[in-house]
C-alpha cells in the first residue's frame, strides 16, 4: 500500500477570514503533510493581497510564489481545484469562455508543476444544462485536447457532487469518464460525496436515506467491479457531523439556493474518526474499497468545508493541520488493519 497524505488549502482555514496561504502551507508542512490540493480561491486571495489585484498576469505571478514557497515547505502541489460547473452548458458561448479560462488555468498548472484540475460537477439549475449525456462528454473532450497540446500535458479528473444536478454519483461521473476515453481525462472519487448520495441524507430525523447500507453496499462492490484504477487521478476525504435535526427551512444551515445536501457540506464536513465531533458516515468501508478493492495508490487529501473554517483565531491553521494529521494517523491504521477484511463487514 502506498498513500501519500494531503490535505486542501481551505480546510486550513478561510481565506475570508484573514488566514494566508503562507501560514496554512507551513502548517499543513509542519504536521507532516507532504501535499496540498490548491484551492483556487487561495490562489486568487493570494495575487490580491501581493499583487493588489487578481488579473491573469498576477495570478501568473502568485502561482511562481507559491510554487518557491511549497519548495521550500517540500510540499507538492496535487491539483489546481475547483474549475466549476464545466461542461454541458445549454448557452454554447458560455462554454467557449470556458475553454478560454481553462488555457489560462493551464497555465497556471504548468508555473505550479502540478498536472491536474479537478472539475467538480455542475450544480447549475436545470435551465442552464443540457440532459444529453454526448453534450457534456463532447465538452469534456475539448478540455481533455486542450490538456493534452500542453506541454507538459494537463489531466483533468470529475468528481460527482452528492448535489450535482445531472452527475450525483461516482456511477454517473464514471460513464463520462469512460465515454470521453482520453488518457488524461479520469475520476476523483470524494468519500464524503459517495456517502453523501447513496447513504446520508441530512433532511432526515437519522440523517440517512431509507436503505443507506444496503445502498451503500451495492454501490461500493459496483464501484470495485467496474471502476479502473489507472483512471482514478485523485481520492478526497472527509466524513462529516449527523445534524442534530433535519436540515429543513428552519435549520440554521438552511439556504434557500441550496440543495441540503450543499448546505450540509460547506456547514458540516469533519476529519475522518472525529467521532466525538459527531462523524457517522461510513469512510472506512469506503477507504478500504477504493484501497484494498481498487487496488488505489496515490494521494488521499483531505477536503474539509465546515462553518469553524471562518474563525478568526490567528491559531486556526495550526490547529486544524494538528486535528488533520491525527486523523491520518487513525486513517492509514484502520487502512492497515482492513488489508484483509472485506467491505461488508465494515458497515
Not at 488505489?296 to 488533520?324: C, H, M, Q
Request: charged residues 20%; aromatic residues 8%.
Amino acid at each position: 500500500m502506498f498513500l501519500r497524505p494531503g490535505i486542501c488549502t481551505v480546510s486550513l482555514g478561510r481565506s475570508a477570514a484573514g488566514h494566508s496561504l503562507s501560514h496554512k502551507l507551513m502548517a499543513a508542512s509542519q504536521h507532516g503533510f507532504e501535499g496540498i490540493d490548491l484551492l483556487y480561491e487561495d490562489l486568487h486571495d493570494f495575487a490580491e493581497q501581493k499583487y493588489g489585484s487578481s488579473c491573469q498576469d498576477h495570478e501568473l505571478r502568485a502561482a511562481q510564489d507559491i510554487t518557491f514557497l511549497c519548495q521550500e515547505l517540500k510540499l507538492e502541489i496535487i491539483c489546481l481545484q475547483p474549475f466549476m460547473h464545466f461542461g454541458g452548458r445549454i448557452d454554447r458561448e458560455t462554454h467557449q469562455q470556458d475553454l478560454v479560462r481553462l488555457q489560462h488555468w493551464t497555465q497556471l498548472c504548468q508555473i505550479l508543476k502540478t498536472d491536474l484540475i479537478v472539475f467538480p460537477s455542475s450544480f447549475l439549475s436545470k435551465e442552464k444544462l443540457s440532459t444529453d449525456t454526448s453534450t457534456v462528454v463532447s465538452d469534456m473532450i475539448d478540455a481533455a485536447d486542450l490538456g493534452s497540446s500542453a506541454s507538459p500535458p494537463i489531466r483533468f479528473a470529475l468528481e460527482a457532487l452528492c448535489w450535482g444536478t445531472n452527475i450525483d454519483t461516482w456511477d454517473a461521473s464514471w460513464d463520462v469518464v469512460r465515454y470521453v476515453n482520453k488518457p488524461n481525462f479520469g475520476i476523483c472519487l470524494d468519500t464524503f460525496n459517495i456517502a453523501g448520495r447513496v447513504f446520508a441524507d441530512p433532511t432526515q430525523p437519522n440523517g440517512c436515506v431509507a436503505d443507506a447500507v444496503q445502498a451503500l453496499q451495492r454501490s461500493l462492490h459496483r464501484l470495485m467491479g467496474t471502476v479502473d484504477s489507472s483512471k482514478v487521478f485523485m481520492v478526497q476525504t472527509a466524513d462529516a457531523e449527523k445534524l442534530s435535526s433535519p436540515l429543513n427551512p428552519s435549520h440554521p444551515f438552511h439556504h434557500k439556493d441550496q440543495p441540503a445536501r450543499m448546505s450540509w457540506s460547506r456547514n458540516a464536513r469533519l476529519f475522518y474518526g472525529e467521532e466525538k465531533c459527531g462523524s457517522y458516515l461510513p469512510i472506512r468501508a469506503i477507504h478500504e474499497a477504493i484501497v484494498h478493492g481498487l487496488g488505489y495508490k496515490g494521494w488521499v487529501s483531505f477536503e474539509v468545508f465546515n462553518r469553524a473554517l471562518f474563525d478568526t483565531d490567528p491559531e486556526l491553521p495550526d490547529t486544524i493541520a494538528s486535528r488533520a494529521s491525527k486523523s491520518w494517523t487513525k486513517l492509514i491504521r484502520h487502512v492497515n488493519q482492513d488489508e484483509d477484511r472485506s467491505t461488508t463487514s465494515l458497515l
